[in-house]
C-alpha cells in the first residue's frame, strides 16, 4: 500500500535532496536561502512525476554555475564545458534531484519521472507553486515544485 505524501514532506524531501545531490555529485554545498531571484538567462529544466504525488520540479541555475557544476560533475575545468553539455548535466542535476525528492518523501511509494527537458533561452517555464533558493558558494539556485497529491483514502 502506498503512503500518504503532502506538501510539508515533499518541501523538507525537497531541501534533503538538493543539499545530499549536490555535495555528493557535484562537490558543492547548497544551503536553503531566503528567496532571492535569479538573474535572467540562466539554465531551466524541467522533470515531471506522478504517482502517490504527481507533478513537477524546475530546477533554475545561472550560466556561469551551470559551467562550474557542469565542470564539477564531469571532472574537467570549466573553460572545457561546451553548452551541450551544461545543458545535458543540468537536465541530469534536475533529474538526480527529482528522484531523490521522492525517494525520501516516499520511500515505499510509487512514482515515474519524465526524461528531464532543457527548456529553450526565452521559452516559458512551468508556473511553480513553490519555489526554493539554495545558496552556493558564490551564488544561488533556485527549485520550484508543483504537485498535486493521491487521496488513498477513497479507495475500498
Same mark, same amino acid.
Given at each position: ?24 555529485? %557535484? %562537490? ?7 528567496? $532571492?531571484g ?18 513537477l520540479?524546475?530546477?533554475r ?11 564539477? %560533475?564531469?571532472?574537467? @575545468?570549466?573553460?572545457?564545458? @561546451?553548452?551541450i ?21 516516499a520511500?515505499?511509494?510509487? %512514482? $515515474? ?6 527548456? =529553450? ?5 512551468p ?11 558564490? =551564488? ?10 493521491? @487521496? ?5
Open positions: 500500500m502506498s503512503q500518504l505524501v503532502s506538501m510539508d514532506v515533499m518541501l523538507r524531501s525537497l531541501d534533503l535532496a538538493v543539499t545530499e545531490t549536490l555535495e555528493t555529485m %557535484f %562537490f558543492a554545498d547548497a544551503l536553503p536561502a531566503p528567496l $532571492a535569479l538573474p535572467s538567462g540562466g539554465i531551466s529544466s524541467v522533470v515531471r512525476f506522478e504517482g502517490d504525488a504527481t507533478g520540479l524546475e530546477l541555475v545561472s550560466e556561469s554555475s551551470a559551467k562550474e557544476l557542469a565542470a564539477s %560533475f564531469l571532472g574537467i @575545468d570549466p573553460p572545457e564545458v @561546451d553548452r553539455q551544461i545543458e545535458s548535466v543540468c537536465g541530469e542535476m534536475a533529474n538526480m534531484i527529482c528522484g531523490a525528492m521522492v525517494s525520501i518523501a520511500p515505499e511509494g510509487r %512514482f $515515474a519521472l519524465s526524461p528531464p527537458q532543457v527548456l =529553450e533561452p526565452g521559452e516559458a517555464a508556473v511553480c507553486s513553490i519555489i526554493r533558493t539554495y545558496e552556493m558558494e558564490s =551564488e544561488c539556485l533556485e527549485v520550484g515544485l508543483s504537485c498535486s497529491f493521491t @487521496d488513498y483514502s477513497r479507495e475500498h
